[in-house]
């Protein structure tokens, strides 16, 4: 079976930066592998592209530019808290919370959780950058297709990957 929409596709890969004698980002290896339902718009659509068609026990590696993964830096996304909402109801603010290159979640106005990293902070603002922490990064990816197979019914009802047993990943 090949890489389709909606097959469940168990992988091994890496993520590099900038090419593959890159900074390692991030590995899943044989032990761990990565699972996941294929074409169910989770994944980065170019990334989706490179591997569309591949089969059990074939490699792949390919580079994505900022622009087809994560997208450049943008100022747009530093943004300015008051830092009274990051203090407790005794009025402290928990030891540890601010700390520079420390990722907080936030909530927008819809909602949505938005991960940012603190930059700095005075006694009435907290400076964060929501930019998504691979923003503006050249990504390699390289690894093997371990097997390709049809989903069961509930898997595509749910339209994702589920762990043996029914547990949801």
Request: no cysteine.
């Amino acid at each position: 079976m090949t890489i389709d929409d909606h097959a469940i596709v168990t992988m091994t890969y890496e993520v590099r930066d900038g090419g593959p004698s890159g900074t390692l980002l991030e590995r899943m290896d044989v032990n761990y592998p990565f699972k996941f339902m294929f074409g169910t718009g989770r994944m980065l659509p170019a990334w989706e592209r490179r591997i569309f068609g591949l089969k059990s026990g074939m490699g792949f590696s390919f580079l994505l530019a900022p622009e087809d993964a994560y997208g450049q830096t943008s100022p747009d996304h530093i943004l300015e808290a008051p830092i009274s909402i990051f203090r407790n109801e005794r009025e402290q603010i928990e030891p540890g919370l601010l700390e520079r290159g420390q990722y907080l979640t936030l909530t927008d106005s819809n909602g949505k959780a938005v991960n940012a990293k603190v930059i700095d902070w005075d006694d009435k603002f907290v400076t964060l950058d929501a930019n998504h922490a691979l923003a503006g990064k050249t990504l390699f990816f390289s690894g093997a297709i371990l097997s390709v197979r049809p989903p069961t019914v509930d898997e595509l009802v749910r339209k994702q990957y589920i762990e043996e047993g029914g547990v949801r990943s």
